[in-house]
């Protein structure tokens, strides 16, 4: 097979890969392991609470059939791994290798909500918090608790949603993101996120932000998320929704543009707070999740949506659904990469040639090689 034949191969296989796992795996943002009786049982809990009761929630999901996908899985592994791909980029074999295995193990997580096996196929994708990660992370959490009562102001200045509108579009003006949107919502679980396919970011409707606190998420959501997404599609579409492994270094990357944008330690709390909440949602039920988290924060709303965030999925609130303290890991991870490069911003700029893993940092030159390989693709007919 010579290289214009393997080129036009492995572009229409990546196309139809794409298409999938975006249009059927992750651009499904509403029922992501969101419980679909989420709002009674918090009605239940918050009731229980006022009366100085506890309350165990009990949480029912989509019933998800994943078959079909991990067939078609299946089909595209074996696709990928027939192709000859030339010795210069034999890396991205594995890439696509590594990140099937991954999704399948997604889909049966998706469609293990509320069974046994939950937690365990939990674990397999995402590990734990150790003791020194958890131990740092709740040091983090005090002492951002211990700063924030020394302000002598403690109210602030929210922006309104039409304002947030206007900010969102003169950020996209100024940094180029063209076509993208906005949108509101109440049906998620976190503060925000993006769905890069469609140019859009979604936001928590029941959220409040300061000019400064959202200016702080248009970079993270689109600074980090959409610029290596963007970056990412001009190679192959894998790289556009995230090799293997990709999430602890897209939330930590995130995480460390804002550190040097806002207040360091609000931008570490949440992360931080994240890692703590898994912790002890593997140690403990939803209400003993929620008691830990209030006895840090003092916050009945943020306890209530930390223990919701972690013990999602979860049979009986048993065990964790773990992935959140990659926010806090990645970060340190992030912060580490940097300083060993003696604080050169061009280490940190090379980690946005697409959503890559840490996994892949070293492998960064046959990174480089696959990307000089396809750069010539839009000659290349698409279908």
């Known amino acids: 097979m010579d290289v214009q034949e393997f080129k036009k191969r492995i572009l229409e296989l990546d196309k139809d890969f794409t298409d999938f796992v975006v249009g059927e795996m992750i651009n499904e943002p509403y029922v992501y392991i969101v419980p679909v009786n989420k709002f009674e049982e918090e009605k239940r809990f918050f009731h229980a609470l006022s009366k100085g009761l506890k309350y165990e929630p009990s949480f029912k999901y989509e019933n ?169 599609k001009n190679i192959l579409g894998v790289f556009s929704f995230g090799l293997a492994d990709y999430d602890e270094l897209e939330e930590g990357l995130a995480t460390f543009e804002e550190f040097g944008f806002y207040n360091p330690l609000n931008v570490l709390f949440m992360p931080a707070l994240k890692a703590v909440a898994v912790r002890s949602a593997i140690n403990n039920g939803f209400y003993g999740t929620f008691q830990r988290i209030h006895a840090l924060t003092g916050n009945v709303e943020l306890s209530f949506s930390m223990a919701m965030r972690t013990k999602r999925g979860t049979y009986m609130n048993k065990g964790a659904y773990t992935k959140d303290y ?56 698409r279908h």
């Open 64 to 232: 998800r059939r994943v078959k079909r996908t991990l067939k078609r899985l299946e089909w595209f592994k074996n696709k990928f791994s027939e192709l000859e791909y030339p010795e210069e980029i034999i890396y991205l074999k594995e890439i696509y290798e590594r990140k099937i295995n991954e999704l399948m193990v997604f889909a049966e997580i998706t469609g293990s909500a509320g069974e046994e096996k939950f937690y365990a196929l939990s674990l397999k994708a995402y590990g734990k918090p150790g003791f020194f990660l958890s131990s740092l992370a709740t040091f983090t959490v005090f002492v951002s608790g211990v700063a924030d009562s020394f302000k002598v102001l403690k109210s602030k200045t929210y922006v309104s949603k039409q304002d947030i509108i206007r900010r969102f579009n003169l950020f996209c003006r100024k940094h180029r993101f063209e076509g993208w949107e906005l949108e509101f919502s109440k049906k998620i679980l976190s503060v925000a996120f993006v769905l890069p396919s469609q140019k859009k970011v979604i936001i928590n409707e029941s959220m409040k932000f300061t000019a400064a606190e959202i200016q702080m998420l248009f970079r993270h959501e689109l600074g980090v998320h959409g610029s290596r997404h963007v970056n990412g």
């Open 326 to 381: 990659l926010y806090f890991s990645g970060f340190l991870k992030v912060l580490w990469y940097f300083l060993k490069g003696f604080g050169r911003s061009s280490r940190i700029d090379e980690l946005f040639i697409g959503k890559i893993g840490f996994r892949d940092i070293p492998r960064m030159d046959e990174l480089k090689r696959i990307k000089d390989f396809f750069s010539d693709k839009t000659t290349i007919t």
